[in-house]
């Protein structure tokens, strides 16, 4: 999925399992949002960590990577746009 994000021109400065030390290093780092895989991240997220996500303090997209990797492989282009449009409104959110 990175390399879709940088297409339409967003950086991919972290990843990695979704645990309590890899929450703790986000702290540390500048970042706009954190992206979940909710296929793989989600089952196996320990509970301390998903306490930490209910109280998150920067936007949060719940992404379901086997989408992503099917409509990717059978050339979705709306599929792109969509995932773009869902980014720009969680880092603009309309106020009205």
Known sequence: MSRLLESYGFESTHSGQLNEQFLDSLELTPYDLLI?????????????????????????LFNDSMTTRVSLQQGDTE???????QICALLTPDDS
């Open 36 to 60: 979940i895989d909710q296929n793989e991240d989600i089952p196996t997220l320990p509970p301390a960590a998903a306490e930490r996500l209910r109280h998150w303090h920067r936007p949060v």
């Open 79 to 85: 599929f792109g746009r969509l995932l773009v449009e």
